[in-house]
């Protein structure tokens, strides 16, 4: 079937407020390391005052988003789904997804500013998020056209779009739209917390629509309460693919009843934020493009790598030489 678009991503478009801290700051704020916080405006606006002497890099962010910026960097064709607000950060973030050579299907809400997530990195290179979505999270049915998502090979969600009872009946309409016509449906778990507060609601999700499933370590033993080993089995039980990723560890997946283990690329860490939808990017690539799975396991950990090797929750330029030898030319 000949798609327009490779990767369809639907997720929470957000500047990244990129600070690095000492862990004495997350205990100031009240937060738990490596933890993902919704906050509120008056709460950033109280973080932002407190770490208003620390330097602060600014950037387009989200994890659909970077998983799609990725896929593009790749050569893939791609597309992204989500709600801006109407203001000075829409516009920038709009002008990067441009610059990044993805489709935006970007709406603008009038009522809501520009969500953005706080992330700080904390010596070890572990990340905190505090996420105050704004209009992030006033994606709703409205804002899914069918000829935005039945464009696409592969639609890939963000679980945290599934959290809210008015996001969560947009993106079923998403995905139903994406299986009239031929798409398989991949589902990043996003963050343990998330999953503690939907109970089953994540398995019904991924037993009944969902082709493939990331997790990390935390994420894939909070979904089935079994260690990394048994949960890729078991979260492979109820989809086609089921991937966890285990940092330095280097990741498991199962695809068609086989099991594949992934050696890590190792490189010198700068910082973990963003690393994982780099894999993400990388398994989605080879999905796409017909590569076997062995060599889409090591493509998508080489390019988590430099996202490691990176200030940033992007790959850092000076790295993309490196990525050319992967790249599909779509001409």
């Not at 082709?211 to 260690?227: P, Q, Y």
């Amino acid at each position: 079937m000949n798609k327009k678009h490779d990767v369809v991503g639907i997720g929470s478009p957000l500047l990244d407020i990129i600070v690095n801290v000492e862990e004495k700051v997350l205990r100031a704020l009240g937060f738990e390391k490596g933890g993902m916080n919704l906050i509120t405006k008056e709460d950033s606006d109280r973080i932002l005052e407190y770490i208003k002497n620390h330097k602060k890099d600014i950037v387009s962010g989200g994890s659909a988003a970077n998983t799609i910026a990725g896929t593009s960097l790749l050569g893939n064709k791609t597309a992204l789904i989500g709600v801006l607000g109407d203001d000075e950060h829409g516009e920038i973030y709009e002008a990067q997804v441009c610059k990044d050579g993805i489709c935006g299907a970007l709406h603008k809400h009038d009522d809501h500013a520009t969500g953005h997530a706080i992330t700080f990195i904390t010596p070890d290179g572990e990340r905190t998020f505090a996420t105050h979505l704004g209009a992030a999270a006033a994606i709703r049915d409205e804002h899914i056209l069918e000829d935005d998502i039945k464009s696409g090979k592969v639609l890939h969600v963000e679980a945290y779009q599934l959290e809210d009872p008015l996001t969560r009946e947009a993106m079923f309409r998403a995905i139903e739209i994406a299986r009239e016509n031929g798409a398989k449906i991949s589902l990043d778990l996003s963050d343990p917390g998330l999953i503690e507060r939907t109970g089953d609601l994540f398995k019904e999700v991924v037993d009944r629509h969902v082709d493939i499933v990331f997790a990390n370590e935390d994420e894939a033993k909070k979904f089935t309460g079994l260690d990394s080993e048994g949960a890729v089995h078991e979260i492979a039980s109820m989809c086609d693919m089921a991937i966890v990723k285990l940092g330095k560890k280097g990741s498991i997946i199962k695809s068609n009843g086989m099991l594949h283990r992934i050696d890590p690329y190792v490189i010198e860490e700068v910082n973990t934020n963003g690393a994982g939808d780099m894999y993400a990017a990388g398994i989605l690539h080879g999905i796409v493009n017909g590569i076997n799975m062995d060599e889409t396991g090591k493509i998508a950990s080489h390019l988590a790598a430099l996202v490691v090797a990176s200030p940033g929750a992007r790959m850092d330029e000076k790295y993309h030489g490196e990525i050319e030898k992967y790249k599909i030319s779509n001409s």
